[in-house]
């Protein structure tokens, strides 16, 4: 795996334990992380666009001291939209800034455009909850002051997409594994819930979103293997929250991906698949460069995934509509 390509989302818990991981295996994941993103202290204040963590602004000065002796990046999220202006100055002036924060994530271009204006210098980095699926919007974006875009999470799948928004000369983050369908129809409220901090049941939403065994094979997932392919084209890698529950989870996946060993793919599908994975094995070497190749589009072609569906053993989630 490239060296400062891993992004990854902190809670709590990690903002915590940062030290943890400064010295996890001797340090040797640190040079693997492109940056830390984590939500403001006060989410009545600043709502991150995430269900809201409960963590004290001392905690969150301790976790940006650590990180800037240690040469980590961080990224604060601003994803929500409805701020006043002067609270994230305020918030940026007298905190965040002289704590050597590195980045915003930012979904609303209007807000990209006032930030540009006040701090040319701090980078600032698009949202996949803009669902944006076009090079022509990833282009308005970087007119907006967005340096690092973050396309809709089903453009993983889409290599030559990929490849035409490096050609671009865009600067692009993909998330790899997200698990949900492709376009899928409850993202949408899920953010929206989310950043109202309302608490939404996985098992009652997310899981109706991927109902048979189709649906899941043309979600928003590729393997190692894939994401090797594209690797010189995507220049930061987002690890979805639930890809890693402690931190070894990172360190193997590092491992895996320097490998050529096939793994079982939820280990490291997140949300919506999260509450299952510990049900299903489905090897990763299942899944060929033919599969992604003919899995771009929305049209699903029935007769060839059931190909691959031959293969499978022993997934009781999923079942193939008869």
């Known amino acids: 795996m490239k060296k400062r390509w891993l992004s990854l989302g902190f809670r709590a818990n990690e903002i915590c334990n940062i030290r943890e991981l400064t010295k996890f295996k001797a340090g040797e994941i640190l040079p693997y992380i492109h940056d830390i993103h984590f939500a403001h202290y006060n989410s009545k204040l600043l709502s991150s666009g995430r269900p809201p963590t409960k963590y004290s602004k001392l905690e969150v000065k301790s976790f940006l001291e650590i990180c800037s002796v240690n040469g980590i990046n961080t990224t604060l999220l601003l994803n929500s939209g409805n701020y006043e202006f002067h609270d994230i100055i305020k918030a940026l002036e007298n905190f965040y800034l002289p704590l050597g924060i590195n980045a915003v994530v930012i979904s609303d271009t209007n807000l990209s455009e006032k930030i540009r204006k006040f701090y040319p210098k701090l980078k600032i980095y698009g949202s996949c909850i803009s669902y944006i699926d076009t090079v022509d919007g990833l282009l308005n974006e970087k007119e907006?002051?967005?340096?690092?875009?973050?396309?809709?999470?089903?453009?993983?799948?889409?290599?030559?997409?990929?490849?035409?928004?490096?050609?671009?000369?865009?600067?692009?983050?993909?998330?790899?594994?997200?698990?949900?369908?492709r376009k899928c129809k409850l993202e949408y409220w899920h953010r929206a819930e989310s950043t109202n901090s309302v608490y939404h049941d996985l098992e009652k939403t997310c899981k109706k979103g991927i109902p048979d065994i189709y649906t899941f094979l043309m979600g928003s997932w590729v393997t190692m293997k894939q994401l090797k392919r594209m690797e010189n084209y995507i220049d930061v890698l987002k690890l979805p929250r639930g890809t890693f529950e402690k931190f070894s989870d990172i360190y193997r996946l590092i491992r895996l991906y320097d490998s050529n060993e096939p793994y079982n793919i939820f280990d490291f599908l997140s949300i919506p698949l999260k509450q299952i994975k510990h049900n299903n094995i489905i090897m990763s070497d299942i899944f060929d460069d033919a599969f992604f190749d003919n899995t771009i589009s929305d049209t699903v072609d029935y007769n060839f995934l059931d190909y691959y569906i031959s293969k499978l053993d022993k997934v009781p989630f999923f079942k193939k509509e008869e």
């Open 144 to 181: 907006k002051g967005i340096d690092l875009h973050n396309p809709a999470t089903w453009t993983i799948r889409n290599e030559p997409f990929i490849k035409e928004i490096s050609g671009k000369g865009l600067k692009q983050k993909q998330i790899a594994t997200e698990g949900c369908a």
